[in-house]
């Protein structure tokens, strides 16, 4: 397990990130998943000795509940609060109430009070806002998270699921008025879905923001159960719960040329495609959210895997973006000039 700084950060963390979201199985969450208190601890140990320091969770995965047994989890484990990192989230629905969801100041110093109570802890390492909320100015949801900040409740920030322009907004607002500033972008990204490469990577390379990419799987649509021969298997999430979107022709394209690396090596496509993420120099933690053991003993054994540059090269023409405007016009303007930059 290798580790990495969190953008300009001094905090460590691994280049694999455990997320929680299977914990509980609530409501709808139960088609992600449904581990109880004893199949989490098992899960969060089996992570840990492998080298992962870095867990992801949120609010509104079974609404408080996966914050609940993953705290449970880093009691009964026996882990050390110093050892560790933390990252929650707030924005969706946690009570049928008008100020029940958002990032009004109210909700969010509300959340960040309730997720500490839930975790158990003294603070989070890594705050993060899962969205946008259309009805609050970000002037307020950043003066909040900075005050949770100074109170000694949250110690960095982030973001999840934004557009470039409004993370660019959010980091220039800060700045202006001497805020904490968002230190992450937590991005759906995957080899069947590169879209951030677009916009968010540029930002984030040029502000050094971590990139965390959740489901990097596609949904499970990359684990190898699936084929364009036959669908997959009943018990697969994707056939309970088609998301994220994913433009499939593509993504199929991609499982037909991983399937021989991973012939090669006698490991799963899956391995192969987690790699594939791990081997951009944009990306800082890959977020992954085994099942079982012999999943994340998988999910885990990517880290080994060292893709050439004649595959890798493969990979991102299988997988490459359609080109779009402003795109090829920037690209053919500034081909005299890349050389010097």
């Known amino acids: 397990m290798r580790y990495r700084k969190l953008g300009r950060t001094g905090m460590l963390v691994s280049e694999i990130c ?20 004893q199949a989490a601890n098992t899960l969060v140990k089996t992570a840990f ?15 408080g509940v996966s914050e609940k047994i993953f705290g449970q989890s880093l009691k009964d484990v026996g882990l050390s609060r110093d050892d560790v ?25 509300a959340q960040a009070d309730a997720s500490l109570k839930r975790l158990g802890l003294d603070y989070i390492d890594l705050y993060q806002i899962h969205g946008r909320d259309p009805v609050t100015p970000i002037e307020e949801t950043l003066e909040a998270l900075n005050d949770l900040v100074r109170a000694g409740k949250v110690r960095y920030l982030g973001f999840c699921n934004l557009a470039a322009w409004e993370a660019t907004k959010a980091l220039w607002t800060s700045d202006r008025r001497g805020f904490a500033r968002f230190e992450s972008a937590q991005m759906y990204y995957s080899i069947a879905g590169r879209d951030i490469e677009r916009e968010i990577v540029p930002l984030a390379h040029d502000q050094k923001l971590a990139i965390m990419p959740w489901s990097p799987l596609a949904g499970g649509f990359l684990s190898g159960k699936f084929s364009k021969d036959q669908a997959g298997p009943n018990d697969a999430r994707r056939t309970a719960f088609d998301f994220p979107p994913v433009d499939k022709d593509r993504a199929f394209a991609c499982i037909d040329a991983m399937r021989p690396m991973a012939k090669q090596r006698d490991c799963s496509v899956a391995r192969i495609a987690l790699a594939w993420l791990l081997h951009q120099r944009h990306v800082t933690s890959v977020i992954i959210g085994a099942k079982t053991e012999e999943q994340l003993a998988d999910n885990l054994a990517a880290t080994e895997v060292k893709l050439t540059p004649e595959e890798l090269t493969t990979l991102d023409k299988v997988s490459a973006l359609p080109r779009e405007y402003p795109g090829w016009m920037l690209e053919r303007q500034s081909a005299e000039r890349l050389p010097f930059a």
Do not use: C, I
């Not at 000795?49 to 609404?63: C, E, I, M, P």
């Not at 933390?86 to 100041?105: C, H, I, Y």
């Open 49 to 63: 000795d492998a080298g992962v320091n870095f867990f992801d969770t949120a609010n509104a995965y079974s609404f």
């Open 18 to 37: 455990f997320g929680t979201m299977t914990f509980g199985g609530e409501g709808f969450w139960q088609v992600v998943g449904k581990q109880d208190q």
């Open 85 to 109: 990192v933390v990252a929650t989230k707030v924005l969706g629905r946690m009570a049928d109430k008008p100020n029940g969801a958002g990032l009004s100041r109210k909700h969010v110093m």
